[in-house]
């Protein structure tokens, strides 16, 4: 019969210590984890991909290291201590490494994986070698529930910390050089309050005071390697770069224009942006009689506001962006207050930091037009918001005659992508008009324009569309023949229209559309 814990158990200090190491080096896990894997979907895209890929394969490398500790006999603190010392180097260099390299080669996920592996083997390591060690200080059962009670804690707190504190305040940068010193940190409280345990302490003073020095290098060298890095991945210099708790803003500038990547993704250049966000709202804007309120659902750069603004009887515009370090950003960035010309300042635009879902489920407000500008659709989260239960819930947002327009992406690098969002507007009860503008900095981008069905059929929509004369409006491109244009398409588009589905909560057709398009030619 296996002894009570009472009567086994010894009061140790190294024990103690050795749970306290465990919740450290556990948030320090989780951390590198979110942290690889967010600069994989960074760099690469793809985000689901990218955190489904650097997770499974540090699990892997975990269970590997795991395995290999089997091997690892006699001075198991030493041992320990020494594992330590080598995460510390390897998480504290390996956002400054990856970026270096992407300047260099196209085959940046195979860098970021090794490392992953790398991080994940010597992670791996650790468990086994605490409960090893901690295996003279309690029986069994009490020694596997406790060690991995604290290791489960320490992922909580780090995922926590990750979210709401390192990745918003130290961004990718410095955050894995904190988990280097942290690691170093749990190596240090054994290595000198133990010292008398270990066979080569002064060993171990040596390669700690050498990891140290690297790690305080680490700290002086990150930002002006990061920022080589991540230089090469845009043609023009970077003049603003900010990590968010959600995504990457960066603003390059050529010339006289500016350009805005979220996430490494074009947003606008304000060599041709009019060019968008003139057919995203006056089309729709100009449709409806009445346009007192209006609801804008993305667009925290703030220019469809400043369309908006062009339109003396619009009173109240509502702008819900996820983001708020973005409309902040639109709010008092030189650059982005001279483009948007302080459209979120107006004191008809009320900015909501907030998730569009939850808002329109939560809002009961009804409004005169809706303008969706939000980005594509590349995750599920994204997704969600181009479904017809979104769309449908926006319906009931609408005033009788009102209009909802959605940017939709390419009809002509992703021309199934772009007809899965009509046919999801439709099957949420909306007339739909497609429409589509040649952007030179983006290629051909296309909108889809929705009005109630009950009120007008697709048909005389498109009639009233082309017969829109945007009189008295402060426009660079739209008027009416450009309007003409827009609303024709040629042949092909529409030929294969009946075989897209609709996409829904529960089947996310869209993102499978959307990552067939020809995206490399864009």
């Known amino acids: 019969m296996e002894p009570t814990p009472d009567a086994t ?83 504290a260099f390996s956002a400054i490494f990856c970026y270096w390299v992407s300047a260099y080669t196209q085959n940046t996920n195979l860098i970021i994986y090794a490392v992953s592996c790398l991080v994940g083997f010597f992670i791996g390591l650790e468990i086994p070698l605490i409960t090893r060690i901690n295996d003279d200080y309690e029986p069994l059962r009490v020694n596997i529930s406790s060690v991995m009670e604290f290791d489960f804690y320490g992922a909580l707190a780090g995922g926590g ?18 988990l280097g010193a942290l690691n170093l940190a749990v190596a240090t409280l054994i290595l000198w309050k133990f010292s008398n345990l270990l066979k080569w302490p002064k060993s171990l003073r040596r390669a700690f005071a050498a990891s140290l020095a690297v790690i305080i290098l680490a700290g002086a060298v990150a930002k002006p390697i990061v920022l080589f890095g991540e230089q090469s991945k845009y043609k023009d210099k970077i003049v603003y770069e900010e990590q968010t708790r959600y995504q990457k803003i960066v603003i390059t500038q050529w010339k006289d224009d500016y350009w805005l990547f979220l996430n490494g993704g074009t947003q606008f250049s304000t060599y041709d942006e009019e060019r968008y966000h003139e057919p995203l709202v006056h089309p729709a804007l100009s449709l409806v009689q009445e346009r007192e309120d209006v609801l804008v659902l993305g667009g925290g750069d703030g220019l469809a506001a400043r369309e908006l603004l062009k339109y003396p009887d619009v009173k109240r515009i509502t702008l819900v962006d996820l983001d708020p370090a973005m409309t902040h950003l639109a709010q008092t960035h030189e650059i982005l207050l001279a483009t ?44 969600l918001l181009y479904s017809v239960g979104f769309y449908k819930t926006l319906k009931k947002h609408l005033k009788p005659f009102g209009a909802v327009v959605t940017q939709s992406a390419s009809p002509l690098y992703a021309p199934e992508a772009f007809l899965c969002i009509k ?8 007339s739909v008009l497609p429409y589509q503008n040649s952007i030179p900095t983006m290629g051909r981008w296309g909108w889809n324009l929705g009005v109630r069905s009950e009120y ?14 945007f009189k008295n409006l402060e426009t660079l491109f739209i008027n009416r023949d450009a309007m003409i244009s827009m609303a024709h398409f040629g042949k092909g588009l529409f030929e294969r229209e009946d075989e897209i589905e609709p996409n829904t909560e529960f089947n996310h057709a869209l993102m499978k559309y959307y990552r067939q398009g020809r995206w490399e030619v864009y």
């Open 9 to 91: 158990s010894k009061s140790s200090p190294l024990s103690r210590t050795l749970k306290l190491c465990l919740f450290a080096t556990g948030c320090a896990a989780i951390v590198t984890e979110y942290t690889l894997a967010t600069l994989a979907s960074y760099l690469l895209g793809n985000a689901i991909f990218q955190w489904t890929a650097v997770i499974s394969l540090m699990l892997f490398a975990m269970g590997l290291g795991s395995r290999m500790s089997r091997k690892l006999i006699g001075f198991l603190l030493d041992r320990y201590v020494i594992t330590e010392i080598c995460l510390s180097l390897l998480c």
């Open 161 to 178: 910390l990750f979210a709401f504190v390192l990745l918003p305040f130290l961004g990718l940068t410095y955050t894995p050089i904190l």
């Open 340 to 383: 948007n010309r302080g459209a979120l300042n107006d004191p008809r635009v009320t900015v909501v930091n907030q998730d569009a879902y939850k808002f329109v489920r939560e809002n009961s407000r009804l409004y005169d037009a809706i303008v969706v500008d939000l980005p594509d659709p590349k995750t599920a989260a994204l997704s």
């Open 423 to 430: 046919q999801s507007l439709q099957a949420a009860g909306f």
């Open 456 to 469: 007008m059929n697709p048909e005389k929509l498109k009639e009233a569309a082309v017969g829109l004369e």
